[in-house]
């Protein structure tokens, strides 16, 4: 009978002693997720834990372990650490209940290490980006929708490894406003919609004449999320472009009327990786009021009656 290795048992104690931990930070941050990392236990233990699907989600499992408690470590600041330990939260819990409904991690080549690359695989990269993303987000409603990006890549190889930089990137820039706008575009309020007679939105003749919203830095997170090209229109071919890249709208991008308003492709890529359909109706809500409050979009002036 042959001898057990000893340097396997070491690296089984340290992946242990590795999960552990992880599942300690985790349990420390709940306070910012709601969740713990009991439902987790088998993902984050490894390939033969308890957890449905948890063999298939062994190379997301281990960056998550590995990258994540890498950038736990590095931060000095105790808030940073609490952010992180609840993006990796977030993140078993997509990757569970992704491998529990049947799907699968990708295998082109995302969570190996090419040559020349030291032990950093494209998952690594990306994972770390994500959770550095995280733990600058004071605006912490963010949290949940910036890390839901990686499992959300990690499953999909329509998603190239610049992509998915490019997400986490303009996750990370984007206001907690400006993901509501997003997705409110993405899903428009129509029953409002035609309350406020915005169905027409335009004047006697019938000509679309747009509106400003009640908020002056709304208006101009908006115009933001035209300017990075998430937000635009539809061209008379359907071609969805950006605002301000037909001439109805060059210069302007509030002479497009809200109804009119579409999602871009690369728009429509963020809201899908970051799950911002799922922000909650009433922060959508106090959105929506904004927009389409017309009367408070300009205050009175000195004179007026």
Request: overall charge negative.
């Amino acid at each position: 009978m042959s001898e057990p290795d000893q340097g396997e048992d070491e690296r089984d104690s340290d992946s242990d002693s590795d999960s552990e931990r992880l599942r300690g930070i985790i349990e420390e941050s709940s306070e910012l997720t709601g969740m713990t990392a009991g439902a987790m236990v088998g993902l984050i233990g490894g390939p033969p834990g308890a957890a449905a699907g948890a063999i298939a989600g062994f190379a997301i499992s281990k960056a998550l372990r590995r990258i994540g408690l890498e950038v736990h470590d590095r931060l000095l600041v105790a808030r940073q650490q609490e952010r992180v330990g609840a993006a990796l939260g977030v993140m078993y819990d997509d990757t569970t209940e992704a491998l529990t409904n049947g799907r699968q991690p990708r295998i082109d080549g995302f969570f190996d290490t090419p040559p020349g690359r030291g032990q950093r695989s494209d998952a690594d990269e990306v994972l770390e980006g994500t959770l550095r993303a995280a733990a600058d987000a004071n605006e912490e409603r963010k949290l949940r929708h910036i890390a839901g990006i990686f499992p959300s890549v990690a499953l999909r190889e329509d998603v190239n490894t610049a992509d998915a930089h490019w997400l986490v990137k303009t996750a990370e820039q984007l206001s907690w406003r400006q993901m509501v706008a997003l997705s409110i575009v993405a899903d428009p309020p129509s029953q409002r919609l035609r309350e406020q007679a915005l169905e027409k939105d335009g004047d006697e003749s019938g000509e679309a004449q747009g509106r400003r919203c009640a908020s002056p830095t709304l208006a101009e997170e908006v115009e933001d999320l035209g300017r990075l090209g998430l937000l635009g229109q539809t061209m008379t071919g359907g071609e969805i472009v950006r605002a301000g890249a037909t001439i109805g709208s060059l210069g302007n991008y509030w002479s497009v009327p809200i109804v009119d308003w579409r999602v871009t492709a690369a728009g429509a890529l963020l809201i899908n990786a970051a799950r911002l359909n799922e922000i909650d109706s009433h922060e959508r809500d106090l959105v929506v009021d904004l927009l389409l409050d017309q009367d408070l979009a300009e205050p009175p002036r000195d004179g007026d009656d």
